[in-house]
C-alpha cells in the first residue's frame, strides 16, 4: 500500500507550482526507514495568507514555500505556523539564494534549501531527503510515545501488585497494635505467618523486577562455563523441596548423571526454580512434578510436568507476557509476581532457544525450554 504525501507549494508563480505539481505527481520512491512505497498529492497556492487557511484546515506533510510572495514573505509564514511544533517538513525556494538566506530559513525550521531554477531531479532529491527525515523522526516519537506507554503501564501493574499485600500487612499491624484480639500474643501468630508470607511474596517480585530489567538492559554479567544440567537441577529441585512436602507432592527427575552445557548457571537456575516452583504451587495435593532434561544434538531440553490444575488454550496464550498471572477459581489463592515465565522466556533467547507449553484444565501442565548448547570439543 502506498503512503501519499499531502504537498502544499506555496508560489506566487503559475509556472512553477505547475512543474513542481507534475513533478511530483509522477515521483514515487520507497523510504528506506519503512520499506513503504511514497507517492505525493500536490496542490497549490499563491501567497502565504491562503496557504495558513488550508494548513490550519487540512495541515500538510511537506511545504515547499517560496522565499518571496507578496504581501507577507515565506519567513513570516514559517514563523507563524511555528514550524518546530508541527509535524510538517518545509523546504524553502527561492531565486535570491544566499548563504545568509539559507541560514536564515533553517534556523526559522525549514529542513532544506533549493535555489531557483532547479531541475526536477534536483526537487526530486530534496524532497525524497525532506520526507525519509519526516518519516524517521515520526517512527521516534510513536516510539517515544510507546515507551511512555510502556512505562505507564508497567506502573500502574507494580503499583498494584504492591498495594494488595501492603494493605493486608497494614491491617494486621492494625489489629495487633490496638489487641483487637486480646493480650494473648499468640492469638496473632497466623497474622505473622501471613504477614512474612506477603513480604515474602513482594521480595520475590522485587527480585523478579531485578532479574528482568538486568537481562533486557544487557547489564547483567554473564559467566559462561561448562556446568553440568544434572547438578543444577538437582540443587534447585532441594531448594523447592519443603514447599513440595508441604503439599505431599513428589517430584522426580530424570536425566543422565552428567549434561554438560557452555552457559551462565545462574541464568540456568532462574529458568528451573520458576519451571518447579509453579510445577509445585499450581499442582494439586499428592500431585506430583516431573523434570526431564536430555541433549538433542547442539539443543539441551528441560521438561517439567505437573498433574496440576492446567489451563485452557486461550489461558497458555497469555503466559508469557510480564506481569501476567491466570485469574480464575482455582488460582486465586496463589500469590505470584506474573514475571517468572516472562524471565524463562528471555533467558531462552539469550541462548537461541525457545520456551513453549502444553496444557489440560485438571490434567496438568508442561513447559519445555530449549536451549542452544554446542557441544564441547571433548564431548
Do not use: W
Request: glycine residues 6%; proline residues 3%; negative net charge.
Amino acid at each position: 500500500m502506498m503512503q501519499m504525501i499531502k504537498t502544499l507549494v506555496i508560489d506566487d508563480e503559475p509556472g512553477m507550482c505547475l512543474v513542481i505539481q507534475k513533478t511530483l505527481q509522477r515521483f514515487t520512491f520507497r523510504c528506506t526507514e519503512t520499506g513503504e512505497e511514497i507517492g505525493f498529492l500536490v496542490e497549490s497556492t499563491d501567497s502565504a495568507e491562503s496557504a495558513i487557511a488550508i494548513i490550519n484546515q487540512n495541515r500538510p506533510d511537506l511545504l515547499l514555500l517560496d522565499y518571496k510572495l507578496p504581501g507577507q514573505s515565506g519567513l513570516d509564514l514559517l514563523e507563524q505556523i511555528k514550524y518546530n511544533e508541527s509535524d510538517m517538513v518545509v523546504i524553502m525556494m527561492t531565486a535570491y539564494a544566499t548563504f545568509e538566506t539559507a541560514v536564515t530559513a533553517i534556523k526559522k525550521g525549514a529542513f532544506d534549501f533549493i535555489a531557483k531554477p532547479f531541475e526536477p531531479e534536483e526537487l526530486r532529491k530534496t524532497v525524497k531527503k525532506a520526507i525519509q527525515n519526516l518519516i524517521l523522526a515520526r517512527q521516534i516519537r510513536q516510539l517515544e510515545h510507546e515507551k511512555h506507554q510502556v512505562r505507564f503501564q508497567f506502573i500502574s501493574v507494580l503499583g498494584h501488585e504492591l498495594k494488595s499485600p501492603i494493605n493486608a500487612i497494614e491491617g494486621y499491624l492494625n489489629i495487633m497494635q490496638q489487641r483487637l484480639l486480646g493480650n494473648n500474643i499468640e492469638k496473632y501468630d497466623e497474622m505473622v505467618m501471613r504477614s512474612l508470607a506477603r513480604i515474602n511474596g513482594m521480595k520475590k517480585l522485587i527480585n523478579d523486577l531485578l532479574d528482568l530489567t538486568r537481562i533486557e538492559s544487557g547489564q547483567r554479567k554473564r559467566e559462561i562455563a561448562d556446568h553440568n544440567l544434572t547438578r543444577i537441577a538437582q540443587t534447585a529441585i532441594e531448594s523447592i523441596q519443603p514447599q513440595a512436602a508441604e503439599q505431599e507432592i513428589t517430584i522426580s527427575l530424570q536425566a543422565a548423571t552428567e549434561i554438560n552445557m557452555l552457559c551462565d548457571a545462574s541464568e540456568i537456575e532462574i529458568v528451573l526454580n520458576n519451571l518447579i516452583s509453579n510445577a509445585v504451587k499450581y499442582n494439586r495435593r499428592q500431585g506430583s512434578v516431573d523434570v526431564f532434561l536430555n541433549r538433542d544434538g547442539e539443543y539441551v531440553e528441560i521438561k517439567v510436568s505437573d498433574t496440576g490444575i492446567g489451563m485452557t488454550p486461550e489461558e497458555t496464550a497469555k503466559l508469557f507476557g510480564e506481569f501476567v498471572r491466570i485469574k480464575n477459581e482455582k488460582t486465586r489463592q496463589i500469590t505470584g509476581s506474573g514475571l517468572g515465565l516472562s524471565i524463562v522466556k528471555k533467558i531462552a533467547q539469550l541462548y537461541d532457544g525457545t520456551v513453549n507449553v502444553t496444557s489440560e484444565p485438571d490434567k496438568g501442565s508442561t513447559f519445555t525450554v530449549r536451549l542452544r548448547a554446542p557441544l564441547l570439543s571433548n564431548s
